[in-house]
Nanobody, 125 residues
Protein backbone atom coordinates (compact mmCIF):
# COMPACT_ATOMS: atom_id res chain seq x y z
CA UNK A 1 0.00 0.00 0.00
CA UNK A 2 1.40 3.36 -1.04
CA UNK A 3 1.17 6.03 1.61
CA UNK A 4 2.22 9.69 1.58
CA UNK A 5 2.51 11.52 4.90
CA UNK A 6 3.07 15.27 5.01
CA UNK A 7 4.50 17.09 7.99
CA UNK A 8 5.92 20.48 8.89
CA UNK A 9 2.86 22.66 8.61
CA UNK A 10 1.86 25.10 11.29
CA UNK A 11 1.24 28.71 12.21
CA UNK A 12 3.80 31.32 11.23
CA UNK A 13 3.90 35.09 10.97
CA UNK A 14 4.06 36.79 7.60
CA UNK A 15 7.62 36.83 6.33
CA UNK A 16 8.47 33.64 8.15
CA UNK A 17 9.50 30.23 6.86
CA UNK A 18 8.31 26.65 7.02
CA UNK A 19 9.68 23.43 5.58
CA UNK A 20 7.17 20.80 4.57
CA UNK A 21 8.19 17.16 4.24
CA UNK A 22 6.43 14.29 2.51
CA UNK A 23 7.53 10.76 3.35
CA UNK A 24 6.44 8.06 0.94
CA UNK A 25 6.12 4.42 1.96
CA UNK A 26 5.06 1.35 0.02
CA UNK A 27 7.11 2.07 -3.11
CA UNK A 28 10.23 3.85 -4.24
CA UNK A 29 9.90 7.36 -5.63
CA UNK A 30 13.24 7.39 -7.44
CA UNK A 31 11.76 7.22 -10.95
CA UNK A 32 8.70 9.37 -10.38
CA UNK A 33 7.81 13.03 -10.48
CA UNK A 34 6.36 14.54 -7.36
CA UNK A 35 4.51 17.73 -6.60
CA UNK A 36 2.95 19.97 -4.00
CA UNK A 37 -0.56 21.34 -4.33
CA UNK A 38 -2.62 23.49 -2.00
CA UNK A 39 -6.29 23.93 -1.37
CA UNK A 40 -8.21 26.91 -0.05
CA UNK A 41 -11.55 26.31 1.70
CA UNK A 42 -14.30 25.63 -0.80
CA UNK A 43 -11.94 25.57 -3.77
CA UNK A 44 -10.21 22.93 -5.88
CA UNK A 45 -6.60 22.01 -5.27
CA UNK A 46 -4.14 24.22 -7.12
CA UNK A 47 -0.64 23.52 -8.29
CA UNK A 48 2.28 24.88 -6.26
CA UNK A 49 5.49 23.12 -7.34
CA UNK A 50 6.70 19.99 -9.12
CA UNK A 51 10.02 18.16 -9.37
CA UNK A 52 11.19 15.51 -11.81
CA UNK A 53 12.53 12.10 -10.82
CA UNK A 54 16.14 13.19 -10.40
CA UNK A 55 15.53 16.61 -8.92
CA UNK A 56 17.18 18.22 -11.91
CA UNK A 57 14.02 19.92 -13.15
CA UNK A 58 11.51 21.93 -11.17
CA UNK A 59 8.57 24.17 -11.97
CA UNK A 60 6.60 26.59 -9.82
CA UNK A 61 3.33 28.42 -9.78
CA UNK A 62 4.00 32.10 -10.48
CA UNK A 63 3.01 33.43 -7.07
CA UNK A 64 5.56 31.24 -5.24
CA UNK A 65 8.51 31.62 -7.61
CA UNK A 66 11.54 32.92 -5.75
CA UNK A 67 9.98 32.15 -2.37
CA UNK A 68 9.38 28.39 -2.40
CA UNK A 69 11.81 25.61 -3.29
CA UNK A 70 10.94 21.98 -3.94
CA UNK A 71 13.58 19.30 -3.45
CA UNK A 72 13.81 15.58 -2.97
CA UNK A 73 15.94 12.91 -1.35
CA UNK A 74 15.32 9.66 -3.18
CA UNK A 75 17.38 7.71 -0.68
CA UNK A 76 14.95 8.82 2.02
CA UNK A 77 11.88 8.53 -0.22
CA UNK A 78 11.04 12.09 0.77
CA UNK A 79 10.16 15.32 -0.99
CA UNK A 80 10.38 18.75 0.60
CA UNK A 81 8.91 22.20 0.14
CA UNK A 82 10.93 25.03 1.64
CA UNK A 83 8.67 28.05 1.99
CA UNK A 84 10.25 31.43 2.68
CA UNK A 85 8.75 34.89 2.75
CA UNK A 86 5.35 33.48 3.62
CA UNK A 87 2.30 35.64 3.01
CA UNK A 88 -1.23 35.42 4.47
CA UNK A 89 -2.46 34.31 1.04
CA UNK A 90 -0.27 31.21 1.34
CA UNK A 91 -2.62 30.00 4.08
CA UNK A 92 -4.03 26.69 2.82
CA UNK A 93 -3.99 22.94 3.20
CA UNK A 94 -0.88 21.64 1.45
CA UNK A 95 -0.78 18.21 -0.20
CA UNK A 96 2.06 16.23 -1.71
CA UNK A 97 1.40 13.99 -4.68
CA UNK A 98 3.19 11.17 -6.52
CA UNK A 99 3.03 10.61 -10.26
CA UNK A 100 2.98 6.82 -10.59
CA UNK A 101 3.46 6.88 -14.34
CA UNK A 102 6.06 9.48 -15.36
CA UNK A 103 9.24 11.06 -14.10
CA UNK A 104 8.87 14.45 -15.75
CA UNK A 105 7.41 17.57 -14.17
CA UNK A 106 3.67 18.08 -14.53
CA UNK A 107 1.36 20.78 -13.18
CA UNK A 108 -1.90 18.87 -13.63
CA UNK A 109 -3.43 17.27 -10.56
CA UNK A 110 -5.05 14.54 -12.69
CA UNK A 111 -1.57 13.16 -13.48
CA UNK A 112 -0.90 12.33 -9.84
CA UNK A 113 -2.24 9.03 -8.60
CA UNK A 114 -1.21 9.10 -4.96
CA UNK A 115 -1.88 11.88 -2.47
CA UNK A 116 -1.16 12.61 1.15
CA UNK A 117 -3.70 13.69 3.71
CA UNK A 118 -2.52 17.28 3.77
CA UNK A 119 -0.83 19.57 6.27
CA UNK A 120 -2.23 22.96 7.26
CA UNK A 121 -0.17 26.09 6.77
CA UNK A 122 -1.48 29.25 8.38
CA UNK A 123 0.25 32.59 7.92
CA UNK A 124 -0.80 35.45 10.19
CA UNK A 125 -0.51 39.07 9.14
Amino acid sequence: QVRLVESGGGLVQAGGSLRLSCLVSGRTISTNAMAWFRQYPGQDREFVATINWSGGSTYYEDSVKGRFAISRDNAKNTVYLQMNGLKPEDTALYYCALDAQYGRVDVHSAQYLYWGQGTQVTVSS
